[in-house]
């Protein structure tokens, strides 16, 4: 297992829409493994291979207070969405330090193919049905702060050029 570098908003390669997993084999495998070794270092509760720069429908997701309940979605499709939504308080491992509220649906309904290949369909409401949500934007391109005035855009890019640029000093 590795930990991967985390690409960091707005890195133009987090637009890219990823393209589905033909196979789960030991390659995928490998990737997922990978993946939860870097969310879980970098204290996250989810992670698409999207922010990884691999440009794959694998998402990683933990939101369990233990930390020990891996959830794996590889080629992940929406099958429901509640009507009902909630603006909630949302983070991104590619946008570090900053939160804001996005509008999400309450409930979700996820078919998608498990690290062993095996299809599965999850209803999610809560923190996971927006986590999965999240994370699906990742794969096609989109990160929370798309969701955001163009305002808050500006200054979240203002405030983390500045950080890396004290970064590198």
Not at 20 to 31: E, N, S, Y
Not at 63 to 74: G, H, K, N
Not at 92 to 97: E, N, T
Request: aromatic share 4%.
């Amino acid at each position: 297992m590795a930990k991967l570098p985390i690409l960091c908003y707005p890195d133009p390669r987090l637009l890219k829409v990823a393209q589905p997993v033909a196979k789960v084999d030991a390659r995928i495998q490998a990737l997922v493994a990978d993946m939860l070794e870097t969310m879980y270092d970098a204290n996250g509760i989810g992670l698409a291979a999207t922010q990884i720069d691999v440009h794959e429908r694998v998402v990683v997701i933990d939101t369990s207070e233990e930390r020990d309940q891996p959830l794996v979605l590889i080629n992940p499709e929406l099958v429901w969405a509640s009507p009902e939504t909630q603006v909630g308080e949302e983070g991104c491992l590619s946008v570090p330090g900053i939160y804001d509220g996005v509008e999400r649906s309450t409930s979700v309904r996820v078919r998608a193919t498990d690290q062993h290949g095996q299809s599965r369909e999850i209803e999610a409401d809560g923190m996971l049905a927006i986590c999965i949500q999240h994370e699906m934007d990742h794969l096609m391109g989109k990160v929370f702060v798309e969701y955001l005035s163009p305002l808050k855009r500006t200054r979240i890019k203002t405030k983390i050029a500045k950080a890396q640029r004290e970064e590198r000093r």
